[in-house]
């Protein structure tokens, strides 16, 4: 049976579960959904809550990427992304704690405050590897989504999103300075969280997304100021080394 990812291509939390299965040498397929039509169909797979990434395991539904790495680390031991000490594995879990509430979250929210208002480049992320259809689809739709990205994600609140982001990146910053990796030595999913979790913004040349060629330019100097900083640098040698496909 074919082991297969719902997701959104553009998704950051998407991209932590293709690294994450890639990392665990899992084939897999990938089915690129659009947002608004997805929720229908989360909610026909049994979901209350609507987000992908979501991991059908020869007919076993996980949704949400912090979940679906646990469930591959017990399905594939091999390469752990958690240490088995117990301490360090929590230290591992409040790191990935941090990149999903300082990172993912606010980063998610300033780059839509900007890349909604670029209709094309938006539908040009969301439609990625998927066929006409969708994109006709997501044309139809985006006045509506707009609407709901803008409320859900508060879209209109980039300052307090940039100073999360800020705490988040500092407190990655004063670790990564110093050592390569937040855990121990060696490679664990703290890392491979920051790394997804950051990407949009170093954009590795490894990375599957396609990125508007150009950045527009509020968004272009929020990127620069933090692009050149420890985070941003370890990413992309996080990316060089260990994101094989
Ligand atoms: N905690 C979740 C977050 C997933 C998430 O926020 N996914 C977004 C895309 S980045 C999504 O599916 N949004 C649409 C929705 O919630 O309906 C994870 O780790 O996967």
Known sequence: MTIKLYQFMISHYCE????????????FQLVNWI?????PKTKRMGFKRSYVPILDYEGELVQSSDNIARFLEQKFPEKPLWPADA???AEVDR??????????IPLRSIMYSVLIHERKQVIDLWCQDNHLLNRMISNLLFPVLK???TRF???NDRPR????FAEGIAAFDAVYAK?????GDSFTFADLSLASLLAPMVMPPQHQVKWPAETPDSLQSFFEKHQSGPSGQRTLALYRDFRGR
């Open 147 to 149: 609407k709901k990205l």
């Open 153 to 155: 994600y508060k879209l």
């Open 87 to 89: 301490d360090a594995a």
């Open 95 to 104: 790191w990935v704690q941090l990149a999903d509430e300082k990172i993912g």
């Open 161 to 164: 999103h940039e100073a999360a």
């Open 179 to 183: 050592q390569d990796f937040l855990v």
């Open 35 to 39: 947002p608004g039509p997805h929720i």
């Open 16 to 27: 932590r579960s293709r690294w994450n299965l890639d990392h665990k040498g899992v084939p």
